[in-house]
């Protein structure tokens, strides 16, 4: 247990020693550590981000099915009233129609009857003149009494 | 334990080193170098810290090389175990910017706790194995044979130790105060006044070598004293069997605990050289 050169050996490995781990072992080992550190910290910095992100997406999400559900409820809403309007006029147009034709009808009714007056009256006229002219034959001078059968013919 | 010792010798052969010397007539080891004076090796200390510090270094080269930043091993992991809670250590005591002091405190930590280890190692297994290589291969005597297997009972080893520290303190000392800088810190403290100056140069030597004398001490005292009575223990005979086994356990503890105060105190030392007063 006495101090001797032992003492030399020891310490020149003692520093061999320290230089290999300084030089070898500590600064790979430590780097590895460290990175892995920031790899874990980048990770959960990532995670974090995409569970923002997904958070903003769901909403937005929302927002548009809100929104398209709203569109779809306009576009029926328009579609119908659209029908609504398309009946009303279709039944407006039939119901105009209808009264036309049924005037029409009735125009033709009057002048068919007009025409129908006309003939018979100038039959009974004629009849009215045969016969005063067969009464009146043997009394009176025909063209006498013209202007009388002419006035007549005028009041029937 | 052997039966043809007595007690004393037991205790005596398992803590004596194994020694090498050059004399006249060559190498010589052991009993042959009693006279060799300070050139003389302890080889047992040398080959097992080299080794230990040499696995060490492998182990830790081995995680270094194929360590991968994404999902460790589970060897990986455990490597990076040791590196964080050294990292984190030495983060919390020294706040300059070194790239020495965390290396070296792992250092410190894994070869000293290797070493401390080796006690743990039942007492006679090395020093058998040993004699028996002495005796067959070399055809010497298995008394003369020695291996204390544990290089931290070695004053040697512990003193190279916290003098390479104490080197390093030196040297931050001057490096970051300059040689002004640090000459002041050792004569102005704690009385700032001139004709305290040599009262102070004495406190702060005896403040400034009684740092690497601790550490050296510390170390050696805990273990010599451990690895004793591990031996102690086992000349007890059947008793050393209940007795061994607490002292061992306790050892898990004491054992990582000298290294972690040998690492810590390194790194408070240094840190007080970084300091600028």
């Given at each position: 247990m006495n101090i001797n050169a032992t003492l030399i050996g020891q310490a020149i490995a003692f520093a061999v020693f320290v230089w290999f781990c300084m030089k070898f072992v500590w600064p790979p080992l430590l780097g590895a550590i460290e990175e892995r550190q920031k790899m874990i910290a980048d990770g959960l910095e990532a995670s974090d981000q995409a569970e923002k992100d997904l958070a903003v997406a769901q909403a937005q999400a929302a927002e548009q099915l809100k929104e398209a559900k709203a569109q779809a409820a306009e576009i029926i809403e328009q579609a119908k009233k659209r029908a609504n309007v398309l009946v009303d006029e279709e039944t407006q147009r039939g119901h105009s129609e209808r009264e036309k034709i049924i005037a029409q009808g009735y125009a033709e009714i009057d002048a068919e009857r007009n025409r129908a007056k006309e003939d018979l009256r100038k039959q009974v006229s004629a009849l009215a003149i045969a016969g005063a002219e067969k009464i009146l034959a043997r009394e009176i001078d025909k063209d006498a009494q013209a202007d009388i059968v002419a006035k007549l013919v005028d009041e029937l | 334990m052997a039966s043809e010792y007595t007690t004393t010798e037991y205790i005596q052969h398992h803590l004596t080193n194994a020694v090498m010397c050059t004399t006249e007539n060559g190498i010589a080891f052991n009993k042959a170098?009693?006279?060799?004076?300070?050139?003389?090796?302890?080889i047992d200390t040398l080959l097992w810290s080299i080794g230990l510090g040499v696995l060490f270094l492998w182990v830790f080269t081995n995680a270094a090389r194929k360590a991968t930043t994404g999902v460790p091993t589970k060897g990986q992991a455990f490597i990076e175990m040791t590196i964080e809670f050294v990292n984190s250590n030495v983060k919390e005591t020294f706040h300059g910017k070194n790239a020495v002091i965390a290396p070296l405190a792992l250092t410190i930590f894994v070869w000293v706790l290797l070493m401390n280890l080796m006690d743990l190692v039942p007492v006679d297994i090395l020093p058998s194995i040993a004699g028996f290589i002495g005796s067959s291969a070399f055809g010497m005597d298995p008394h003369d044979v020695y291996m204390k297997a544990v290089p931290t009972t070695d004053l040697n080893l512990t003193f190279a130790l916290a003098l390479g520290v104490f080197f390093l303190i030196i040297y931050y000392s001057i490096k970051i105060k300059g040689i002004s800088g640090f000459v002041k810190e050792l004569t102005m403290q704690p009385f700032n006044h001139w004709a305290f100056i040599p009262v102070n140069f004495i406190l702060e030597s005896v403040t400034l070598i009684a740092r690497p004398l601790s550490l050296a001490l510390r170390l050696f005292g805990n273990l010599y004293a451990s690895e004793l009575i591990f031996i102690l223990i086992a000349t007890l005979g059947l008793w050393q069997l209940p007795l061994h086994f607490p002292w061992a356990v306790f050892h898990i503890l004491v054992l990582p605990l000298q290294a972690f105060i040998f690492m810590m105190l390194t790194i408070v030392y240094l840190s007080l050289a970084h300091e600028d007063h």
């Open positions: - | 170098c009693s006279d060799a004076g300070f050139w003389s090796w302890h």
